[in-house]
């Protein structure tokens, strides 16, 4: 199916082949129909599957249809709430992008920064505004945001959003927002309570659901290094410096880990930069787009601070620290493999973090390959007992060991990618 087949207007047709977008993904195509039938959406995909676009276009298709005036005050008709401050620049962008051919208003509100230049766009008037939960009840108390005309309300990455600690924050804003409206929700996973955060926002909402959280992205090699923790170090370095390896994200599990480790691959003489929540808004923008134009090779970024990266064509996932979520492994690796792109997940397991790779495996179903022809491995004993899958088995035997070191190469190396966001 094309774009042209989902009763899409010209203006946002004209825009989406601009940005090179022919054909809708799974969710578009389910959930672009249902929202221009102004019926409630519980939306329930995996990072990169397209959902930013698939709430997007319909909002823009919707205002657009309501005479917006060509100057002065207008009151804001759409909400989008999302977690982090890079989830809500680039869900901005977004919006830029598709609404290019529209009259319509959109405006970004996040905290970290001054909100002179955020007041000044809400007093010139604004169709659609992104927020994320701090800054936007900030901006509601000192009555620079008023919510009684809301007509469209979306809550983007509600598990991340809990998982922040912002839920509180959440109701507050909901409790603003007028009764007769339409509202979507989308998380990438359906735990409990987000299911009833869901039942308190929706009414008779239609469910999307595409790739099941426990999937893994086709299109990603993935690989499991055993090493002891006091070796990650080197064999992060070891790996980087395959020149093939043409970009990487590498995720710790803290802030303070993202910076320890972005300062030792620059003294290896590798170009890494560390984005986590303690950054400043421009530190975390700069670093996100030294990384999208090469100038920088490497990124260390803890969980909260990645939601935000959209990336079509990373090359490499390095998982330094395992997660103590398994369904946080399959948000990880999907930052790469995406737009039909090929990628690569590398994961390092210490023997603290056995337990969470054994999670990992029950849940995609699968054992991830073992590298077991490093120069680092760990010396515990039956370091790959249970967990995973030897990739040398996998390859194929051969007399001298050089199949699994091949199969590394495999995984270490890739096709150098053009960065961009399409």
Not at 158 to 169: E, N, P, T
């Amino acid at each position: 199916m094309s774009f042209t087949k989902l009763s899409l207007i010209e203006p946002i047709l004209k825009a989406l082949s601009a940005e090179g977008y022919t054909t809708p993904t799974p969710i578009q195509e389910q959930a672009i129909p249902i929202l221009l039938e102004r019926r409630d959406l519980l939306g329930c995909a995996q990072t990169g599957t397209g959902k930013t676009a698939a709430f997007a276009i319909p909002i823009l298709q919707i205002l657009s249809a309501e005479k917006a005036p060509d100057r002065g005050p207008r009151p804001i008709k759409a909400l989008i709430l999302t977690p982090t401050r890079e989830l809500a620049i680039q869900i901005g962008e977004s919006f830029a992008a598709y609404g290019k051919y529209l009259n319509l208003r959109h405006t970004v509100i996040f905290g970290g920064v001054p909100q002179h230049s955020q007041t000044l766009a809400l007093k010139a008037g604004v169709d659609i505004m992104i927020a994320t939960p701090g800054r936007l009840l900030d901006l509601m108390n000192q009555r620079f945001v008023h919510l009684q005309n809301i007509e469209l309300f979306v809550l983007d990455e509600a598990d991340r959003m809990l998982d922040m600690g912002f839920i509180h924050d959440v109701k507050k804003v909901i409790a603003k927002l007028p009764a007769q409206r339409q509202s979507l929700f989308f998380s990438a996973t359906m735990p409990p309570d987000v299911s009833k955060l869901a039942d308190t926002i929706l009414r008779k909402p239609v469910r999307v659901e595409v790739t099941p959280v426990s999937s893994t992205a086709e299109k990603v090699k993935q690989a499991v290094y055993f090493v002891d923790k006091t070796d990650k170090k080197r064999l992060l370095i070891h790996l980087l410096n395959d020149k093939a390896i043409a970009s990487a994200l590498v995720f710790a599990r803290t802030k303070h880990g993202a910076d320890k480790v972005a300062k030792d691959l620059v003294k290896a003489g590798i170009q890494a930069e560390a984005i986590h929540g303690n950054k400043s808004q421009n530190a975390r923008q700069r670093a996100l787009t030294n990384f999208k134009t090469q100038q920088t090779r490497v990124l260390v970024a803890t969980d909260i601070a990645a939601r935000g990266i959209d990336i079509d064509e990373l090359s490499h996932v390095i998982n330094y620290e395992l997660p103590n979520v398994p369904e946080t492994y399959v948000h990880r690796i999907g930052r790469t493999g995406r737009a039909g792109h090929d990628g690569i997940a590398l994961s390092f397991c210490d023997a603290e973090e056995k337990e969470y790779l054994r999670d990992i495996n029950k849940l995609i179903t699968k054992a991830i390959p073992v590298i077991d022809n490093h120069p680092y491995p760990m010396e515990t004993a039956a370091a790959s007992s249970g967990t995973g899958q030897s990739a040398r088995s996998q390859s194929g035997s051969g007399s001298n060991g050089n199949r699994s070191e091949s199969a590394g190469n495999d995984f270490r190396g890739g096709s150098r990618r053009r960065f961009g966001r399409r």
